[in-house]
């Protein structure tokens, strides 16, 4: 069975930073393209950024302040988030596509997605 769990989650200051971690199982990260999204209340979802074995995209939004790694002997891809803003505020998501980024932040059809975790930034 395949879980994507993320954590690292809470409430910070505009300004602050968080790291968030996605941690796989049942599949190995450098095998797919993992991507980020949020999802703010009453918004639709949105892409954040995809990583792949070649390259990370970002969506402008959080170019320059967003930064994605990964850890293939922990299987866990990591997002490290800093001058953060309100507008941050969201439950942010990974998903897994056994695809590459294709040059893009944003995929269709992934194939497996974790739980969400909750970031709330105060101004």
């Known amino acids: 069975e395949v879980q994507l769990v993320e954590s690292g989650g809470g409430s910070v200051q505009a300004g602050g930073s968080l790291r968030l971690s996605c941690a796989a199982s049942g599949l190995a990260i450098d095998d797919y393209a993992i991507s980020w999204f949020r999802q703010a209340p009453g918004k639709e979802r949105e892409g954040v950024l995809c990583?792949?074995?070649?390259?990370?995209y970002y969506a402008d939004s959080v170019k320059g302040r967003f930064t994605a790694s990964s850890d293939n002997a922990k299987n866990t891809v990591f997002l490290q988030m800093s001058s953060l803003k309100p507008e941050d505020t969201a439950i942010y998501y990974c998903a897994a596509i056994d695809a590459y980024c294709g040059g893009s932040y944003y995929h269709e059809g992934y194939d497996f997605w974790g739980q969400g975790t909750q970031v709330t930034v105060s101004s």
């Open positions: 990583l792949d074995n070649y390259d990370t």
